[in-house]
C-alpha cells in the first residue's frame, strides 16, 4: 500500500529504510527520496516509524540487545493445485425398483 502518493512511496519501502537504520520520519523521508509534496503521507509515516521503534525497543527488552528487524523478500507464489473433474452420475446411483 502506498504511504505516500506524491512520491510513490510504499510501505514497504519505508520498512526497508527502517531495517537499513532509519529512525525518525526525517530520515526515512531523506533514505527514500521524498519530496515535499501535499503532505499527507507524515501522519502515516510518522506512526509507521513510532510502530517499528516500539516494537524494537520491545525486542531488545526481551532478548537483551538490539536485534534489527530484516526485510523478507517475496517468495513467489505456487502455481494452483490441477482441479481433477470427475463425473457423479456414476456415484450413488443404486436405486432399485421392485418388481
Known amino acids: 500500500m502506498y504511504v505516500c502518493i506524491c512520491n510513490a512511496v510504499t510501505e514497504d519501502d519505508v520498512r526497508g529504510c527502517m531495517a ?31 510502530e517499528y521503534r516500539t516494537a524494537s525497543d520491545l525486542v531488545d527488552a526481551l532478548t537483551g540487545g ?19 473433474a470427475t463425473d457423479i452420475t456414476q456415484r450413488g446411483n443404486t436405486a432399485t425398483t421392485a418388481a
Open 66 to 84: 538490539p536485534a534489527p528487524l530484516e526485510v523478507v523478500p517475496e517468495q513467489p507464489l505456487a502455481p494452483p493445485a490441477p482441479v481433477v
Open 20 to 50: 537499513d537504520g532509519c529512525m525518525t520520519t526525517k530520515d526515512v523521508k531523506t533514505a527514500c527520496g521524498m519530496k515535499p509534496g501535499c503532505g499527507s503521507c507524515t501522519k502515516r509515516l510518522s506512526a509507521m516509524v513510532s
